[in-house]
Structures are given as C-alpha cells and as structure tokens.
C-alpha cells in the first residue's frame, strides 16, 4: 500500500495514538517496534489541541514527529462512545465535549474539514456506528445515513483536500479517503453497504460496527459476509479488532488492515500477550520469576527484564510498567503480523492460524477483557 | 570512585529511583544519558517487594537490570517522612507502613539486614533526620542518637557483609557504607558530628538533614560549615539537593555526589529546566511553539519534539509526557554535571558557576517548588 508518507506492507496492524500518542510510547520505540502506521483519534485531537493548531503546526505527522504513515478515524464513533447529549440528525451530530460539556456539531463536512488540517495519509469517511444491539429497522435507517454522509464526505473530501497541511511536500500524492461499511449484524444490509459504496468508488474500504460487544462469533460472520463484496484489489480494513487469533484469522481471511486498542490497553492492566498465552502479570506467581515475559520474544523487555520486576512495576503502579507492558504487547502484535506477511509468502499461514488460535488458550482467559475499538 | 559495579566520575549527581526505576525512564535510556550511579529507597525496596525477595533474585542489580552503580538510603528519611505512628527510641523506629498501616521495626541493624540484601554498591548508615525547624537541645539529641546509630550500622555491617547477594560475582569487593552527618542547623554540631564520624572511619561521609524545609541559603551555610571536617580524599555527598544551580555551586565547594528527585518530580508536573532558564510546560504560550525545549539541549527530546507537542502532551494528561519531561530534565541535570567535570579539569569551573546561576533567574520563579529529599 504506497501512501504519501510510506509504503506500508500488508496485512498491517495499526497501533492506535489516540491522542497523537500511542499511549506511554516515544515514536522512536514504535519505530524500532516496526509500526509502519498508526492511528490518530480525530474526536480526541480536534477537542484538544484543536485541529486548526495541528495543521499551523504543519499537519499530525509533524506535530507528533512521526515520518511513517498516519491513519485518522471519522470521529464518528468516539462522538457515539464517548460525548454526551447527542442529538443525531441527517445534517450531522450536535454532542457535548466528554472534556469539559462544550457543545460541538460534526457533519461529513466537518469531519473532512477536521481530518484534511490532520494531514493523515488515510482518512475515514464519517459514519454512525450503529449500536449492540439494533433491530432490522434501526440498522437499516442507521446505515442509510451512513450511506448519505459516505457521499457527502467524499464530495467535500475532493473540493477540500488541497487544503491538506503537507500539500508542498508531497507533490502528486494525496490523502486516501476511505469508506465505513455499516449494517449492524445484518448480512444482506452489509452486502448492500458494500455495493453502494463500491459504485462510490473509493481507495479503500472499512468494515465498522463490529467490536461493539457482539460474541466474537458474530464478528466473524458479518466480516465473512461481507469481504466477498468489497474489491480485493483495494485496502480492506476492519475496524477495532482485535486478539492476536483474530487478527491472524481475519487477516487470512483477506483483511488487509486492523487498528485495535486492545494491546495498549490490556499492557496498562497488566494483561500480557505471548507465545504461551496470555498471562496478567499481577498474577502472585510471578512474584521470583526471574524469567522473560515471552522465552520466544526478542523485544527489549524481554531482552532485559524479568517477570518479577514487572510483576513489581505493575503492583508498585509505577509508570514504568506501563511503558514496558505496552512495549511488549505492541511487540507481540506488530511481530504476529510479519509472521502473517512472512507466512503468506511461504504458503504456510494455515499452520500459522492454528498455532495462534492454539496459544489463546493458554494463560487468562480470553472474555476476559474485550479490545473495544478505542 | 571505584565500586563494585562500576568506577563512577566525580561530581556526580544520582537520580532517584524510589521503587526500583527512576520514574516513567525505561533503564536503557538511563544508559543513554549517562547516568552513572541512582539510588534506590530503602524503606520502599523493604515494604515492597521485600528485601529477601529482591535477595533471592540476585539483588538490586540483577532485579532491576541496572549493571551500573546503585546506592541505597538508610530508610531513615522516609521512616519519618512518609510512615504513619512512628516511635522512636534508643534500639530504633516503631512505624506503620503508609501502604497498609502494617507495623514494623527499624533499627541500625536491621537497617543494614535490607541493605546488604539489597546489594548497593552504596549502603547508608541508619540515621535520624533531624526535622526543621528544631531547636539545639532537640537536634543536640538527636544528633546523639545518629551517632550512636552510625556505631551500630557499622558494627552490624560488618559482621553481615559478606551476606550480600552478589558476593560470588565480585570477589574482593565490598559494599561501602557512609556515615551521615547531621546536627540540624547548628555548625557547631556539623562540626561535632563530622567530626565523630571521621574518627569512626567510613569510607565516605553524607551530609543529611538538609533540603527539610529550610531557606536555601541555610542550606549552603551548613554544607559549607560542615565539608571543611569531612575528609577531602573520601566521598562527600550531600543528600536530597538541589535545583541546578545549587548542584553546579555545591560540587564547585568539593561536594562529590549529590541526588534529588527534584529533576524527574519537577518533569512529571511539567517544570523542565533548560539552558534559558526555568519553563513550565502546560503554560499556553507554548501551545504553538515548534521550537525545541531547549535549543541548546541534544537530548533525543529536544531533537525530535517540540514545545508545542509536550505541552499537549501535558495538558491531555497522556504518560509520554512524563517520560519525555524527565528524560529531558535527567539530560538537563547529568549534563550540566559533566560539564562541571570538564570545567575542573579546564579550571573554568568559576565561569560554569556564574553562568549557571544566570540562567536560574530566567523562567518561573526559582522558589516555585522545593526540591524535598524524596
């Protein structure tokens, strides 16, 4: 995938910097972690700092010194998840800042706007994510809207998009305006979401709406029933998935990009990902265990430190901690996926998936915590 | 100075790692920047995880993957300053842990016990800090305990020695441990101790009960009464200082070492030094600054992020923030202690001195926080 900042090799893994942080990370750690893009929150960063002063600042890669590529969400779903007070009409959302009760309205329009000042190489268009659960008439109307506002984003995004905060630097190349599939748990209304926006024709689509607290299942099937009707000659991205054996499975199902909060997360509560299952690190047990978090990995906390020392960090809720759990998890994923790309190369990711799927039965549980897709 | 785990170069100033990491700073990155030799905190190491933990884990060293030096404190300060129903008598200090009320006993020798299972290259005698203000009967007093204590610690320590944890890795070589001078604010009683302690013959002498609360002023006229009676071919370190300046004039009078948590407290709430002087982060005239924190810095912060960037970084509350602050603050400080290194060596240490105290006026107000001991 050649974007302006970067060529990205797919399937990829997003690591999600919220708020122009992959949280408790230094960018020279990602970049040695191998994240080829990671993801920016445009609720989050329109709030605070504002995007006008991100694009005066020369656009998100410049703010947050991050040369590789950038992917920023619509702001539709933290405006579902996280503000208060919304009012949803066919113009737009009118809700209240979760920072401080200001009143805000996002319309396609605006969240273009917001997201050309960001400058991010890939930008959503701006989507209702339909909620878990909603019947058939609700999914159906939800994504009607959705289908109107995929239209309007992209007509606003191709009047607007010279406005761009980097437009000098990158001469001929352009930012990717994406589609959001929605449709609820709705095969047929994912089949007809897919089609419309494919006579829209864009660069690349999403799958939204899942990771909103269906059975793992469930997800599966919509993300099943729906790739077949999106072009496998463009990106295919699902949102806001996933555990490890997922993002393995989807990926070999044909998804080319996934963006999750769930390793980040999880390292902040102490919930590790490795190559024997998943273990909570404040877990007893690993009070005198001088061994790695991961025998298999090579990162530098398990280069470095011992089970015990981060049982310690964790239960002395030092920062650090989090810092080293995070290291880890992201190292987890972003190595999962190059064993991805590296097994499609060989012919060999069946044996792969099973060995994944094999791993996640190991140590917690896995309802444990769901990732949740901020 | 040649210890154990590494030769250290004088002045030296030691960052304060409490609980086992200096705060939010990965122990790669202390390397980077130089840092020679931190502490660990006695009392914090004995609550949690435990001194025989940490024991039967190979010691501070091996626990928290530092190769470099380590010093540890008698527990005495943080006995006082953070525990709850303390009662002090002849044999030692009653308290209740600030964690879970639990009760516990400290005593010179049992001071010494956690220490030697701690393994610092560095070990400090059990001592009372004196508190401030305190008149001469009382600090008359309680200097009498410290030295009665400092006897103890000494006895104990020797006898125990060889029980430290990484006896068979560093045949020949021993743990040190330091006599601490206090005597409140009375030189006479500087002198007194200082010279008590000398005829007890450590292999290097602290000065403690500063940094109490008193003026800063104070605190340089009793360093300066009591270093002339401390010998100047052994170590004299000075607990718990102080703002850059007062570090560069302390090591010009022929202070050795000194730590503080001031640089990496003063980071995590957005008080950073710099060659311009004093700047607090969160204020809004930085909001669009793309400068570097310090143009004169080349610490990895300063060359990759600007002003603007670790402003929104504190102002959205997000971890990085802390870590980018006190990586900062920690090259601030090291920094400015290598250069005086240099400047002896060169004889322009006067100038060091003077140029250093200019930059002290600029910025925020030099008397906005004290630096406090821990």
Request: aromatic fraction near 8%; charged fraction near 20%.
């Amino acid at each position: 995938m050649y974007l302006p900042h970067a060529a990205v090799q797919t399937p990829v893994f997003m690591p999600v910097g919220t708020q122009a942080t992959v949280k408790a990370i230094p960018q020279h750690l990602l970049e040695e972690l191998g994240a080829q893009i990671i993801l920016g929150n445009t609720y989050h960063l329109y709030l605070r700092p504002g995007h006008e002063v991100i694009r005066r600042l020369g656009g998100l890669h410049q703010f947050m010194s991050w040369p590789r590529a950038l992917l920023t969400d619509s702001g539709g779903f933290q405006v579902f998840s996280l503000s208060e007070l919304r009012k949803v009409t066919e113009e737009g959302v009118r809700f209240r800042s979760h920072l401080d009760g200001s009143s805000h309205f996002f319309s396609p329009e605006h969240s273009m706007d917001v997201q050309i000042a960001l400058g991010a190489d890939i930008v959503m268009a701006f989507d209702e994510c339909t909620e878990y659960p909603a019947d058939f008439g609700r999914a159906r109307k939800s994504l009607d809207l959705t289908l109107c506002w995929a239209q309007r984003s992209k007509d606003h995004f191709h009047a607007h998009q010279h406005e761009r905060p980097w437009a000098e630097n990158f001469a001929g190349q352009n930012q990717s305006l994406f589609g959001i599939v929605q449709g609820g748990m709705f095969p047929e209304l994912r089949r007809e979401a897919a089609e419309r926006l494919v006579e829209m024709d864009f660069p690349g689509y999403a799958i939204g709406g899942l990771s909103v607290g269906e059975p793992r299942t469930l997800t599966r099937e919509i993300i099943e029933a729906t790739l077949p009707f999106l072009p496998a000659t463009k990106p295919r991205y699902v949102m806001g998935v996933g555990y490890p054996e997922e993002i393995v499975e989807y990926a070999a199902m044909g998804v080319d990009m996934m963006d999750c909060v769930l390793p980040t997360r999880a390292a902040r509560h102490g919930l590790l990902f490795t190559s024997e299952g998943r273990l909570n690190i404040k877990n007893r047990r690993f009070a005198e265990d001088q061994g790695p978090l991961d025998p298999e990995c090579g990162c530098m906390v398990c280069s470095r430190y011992s089970r015990a020392y981060l049982r310690h960090l964790f239960v002395a809720q030092e920062v650090l901690g989090s810092v080293l759990n995070t290291v880890h998890n992201l190292a987890y994923y972003l190595d999962t996926m190059e064993s991805v790309r590296d097994a499609i190369e060989l012919g060999t990711l069946p044996a792969l998936v099973a060995r994944v799927r094999a791993r996640s039965t190991g140590g917690a549980s896995s309802e444990t915590e769901r990732p949740g897709s901020q």
